[in-house]
């Protein structure tokens, strides 16, 4: 079998961490990175032999770069920039600490892994950029502008690196999930509408980058509400999503 070298940025819990575990049991060279490898299950390190584990803080440009690097030992064939933080703070002032802190991780972070791998993949002529986006980047959503700035800006960045790198065999698959039930949800005390599990998620996210989408956005109820949201007047979309707003605690 050809092992692939995959990196998953994130991989210690929710999305990441499942698609790593996917991806070890075919088999592959997984390397997986976050701030607290503590959150990674134990049993993970036995079953594993080729999973490689990495302390790394992505809003730490240089150390993202070396570690990508490192990992792949000249080859790398899939990178999924994963790593993401959202807060919901039940406020309508925006805590611009945060603010800095979600911009930070969801764009610079993402940006600094895509510097990296290009390192290993132009030289080799191939690879494939996955980023995890969000359906939040489709819309301004209220209270989580931030969120939804930082997925809009790495979207559109995707959107064009995919035309820029298509001469140098470089696939880029943006993905655009709704709300999954992940360690970063379960926070949340507002409802959440076409929640999906974690492990149906991985399945879906798994067979769309197998499948080398450009594009893919899920769940599919979620998908057709947010495009009806961003298209329909700003007007409206204002006063619906105000009242929204205003049930938010
Ligand atoms: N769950 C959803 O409903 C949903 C929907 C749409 C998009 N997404 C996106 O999917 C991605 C994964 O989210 P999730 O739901 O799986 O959340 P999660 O369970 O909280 O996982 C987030 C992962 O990102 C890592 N991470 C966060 N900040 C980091 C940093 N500065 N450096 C390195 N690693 C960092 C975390 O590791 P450490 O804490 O160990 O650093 C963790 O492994 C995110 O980009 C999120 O925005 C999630």
């Known amino acids: 079998m050809d092992k692939k070298h995959i990196f998953i940025t994130g ?109 290993v993949m132009l030289p080799n002529k191939k690879g494939h950029l996955v980023v995890i986006s969000s359906v939040a980047g489709e819309i301004g959503l209220p209270r989580v502008g931030q969120y939804s700035a930082s997925k809009a800006a790495v979207t559109k960045y995707c959107e064009a690196l995919a035309i820029d790198l298509k001469k140098y065999n470089i696939v880029v698959t943006t993905i655009l999930p709704g709300f999954i039930d992940t360690p970063l949800t379960r926070v949340n005390k507002h409802y959440m509408p076409f929640l999906m599990s974690s492990e149906k998620a991985t399945k879906l996210i798994k067979k769309s980058i197998d499948n080398k989408a450009i594009r893919y956005v899920f769940p599919r109820r979620m998908k057709w509400l947010v495009y009806i949201l961003s298209i329909m007047p700003r007007r409206l979309y204002r006063t619906l999503m105000g009242l929204v707003a205003s049930r938010l605690t």
């Open 11 to 119: 991989g210690t819990s929710g999305i990441g961490l499942s698609l790593a575990e996917a991806y070890l049991k075919e088999g592959h060279h997984v390397g997986i990175c976050g701030r607290d490898l503590s959150k990674i299950p134990a049993y993970m390190k036995d079953q594993y032999p080729f999973m490689h584990v990495y302390e790394l803080d992505i809003n730490d440009r240089k150390k993202v770069n070396e570690t990508i690097v490192n990992f792949s030992k000249g080859r790398l064939d899939l990178v999924i920039a994963n790593a993401g933080i959202a807060s919901f703070k039940g406020h309508d002032i925006p805590d611009f600490d945060n603010v800095f802190k979600v911009i930070n991780t969801n764009v610079l972070g993402v940006m600094s892994t895509i510097e990296a791998s290009l390192k």
